[in-house]
T-cell receptor, first 111, second 115 residues
Framework: DAKTTQPNSMESNEEEPVHLPCNHS???????IHWYRQLPSQGPEYVIH???SNVNNRMASLAIAEDRKSSTLILHRATLRDAAVYYC????????????FGAGTILRVKS | DAGVTQSPTHLIKTRGQQVTLRCSPI?????VSWYQQVLGQGPQFIFQ???????GRGNFPDRFSARQFPNYSSELNVNALLLGDSALYLC??????????????FGEGSRLTVL
């Protein structure tokens, strides 16, 4: 399983943008980059995914490096409800029947 | 619409006992996956079922088994419980089977404590 590397923790102020980095130097051509987050006492929640191009949805934006060896999840205006563990996951596009979670990044948001 | 529902939410067992955890996927979803999350770690993949067939299995001993029913609900069974089986067991459902472009919807989990 291809691996990802994320910082253990990050801190942000409320209402400011947050950039959560992820390194995945061994990514293969068929791997999709997925982000999930897990709020306290809840199951993981899908955030966004992409393959090569940058992606936007109502929750966040995903910026993917041109060589695809790294990506950044962008929360445009952090709120207290965004405090969670954020997981960056590589998922095979053809046989990706599972998510391989790492330790993730603990995001703390200060008011 | 109801999300993924799991039962029971909490349970306590003793070593050597057996446990059955249940999961109801989102209506219309044919794939169910099970994950184990030990405190302080990310979830670990246990099984995936699609259309009642096992499509994937993680690195877990044979004490772990699962099945999917015609209505796409699923059960996870763990025999001969060990202290190390204490964890949050998460169920996730999705519409697609093996292809990886869709999202998984997770339930809130069943918290198992083994004494």
């Amino acid at each position: 399983d291809a691996k990802t590397t994320q910082p253990n923790s990050m801190e942000s102020n409320e209402e400011e943008p947050v950039h959560l980095p992820c390194n995945h130097s061994t990514i293969s051509g068929t791997d999709y980059i997925h982000w999930y987050r897990q709020l306290p006492s809840q199951g993981p929640e899908y955030v966004i995914h992409g393959l090569t191009s940058n992606v936007n949805n109502r929750m966040a934006s995903l910026a993917i490096a041109e060589d695809r060896k790294s990506s950044t999840l962008i929360l445009h205006r952090a709120t207290l409800r965004d405090a969670a563990v954020y997981y960056c996951i590589l998922r095979d596009g053809e046989y990706g029947n599972k998510l391989v979670f790492g330790a993730g990044t603990i995001l703390r948001v200060k008011s | 619409d109801a999300g993924v529902t799991q039962s029971p939410t909490h349970l306590i067992k003793t070593r050597g006992q057996q446990v059955t955890l249940r999961c109801s996927p989102i209506s219309g979803h044919k794939s169910v996956s099970w994950y184990q999350q030990v405190l302080g770690q990310g979830p670990q993949f246990i099984f995936q079922y699609y259309e009642k067939e096992e499509r994937g299995r993680g690195n877990f001993p044979d004490r772990f088994s699962a099945r999917q029913f015609p209505n796409y609900s699923s059960e996870l069974n763990v025999n001969a419980l060990l202290l190390g089986d204490s964890a949050l067991y998460l169920c996730a459902s999705s519409f697609e089977g093996a292809r990886a472009t869709g999202e998984l919807f997770f339930g809130e989990g069943s918290r198992l404590t083994v004494l």
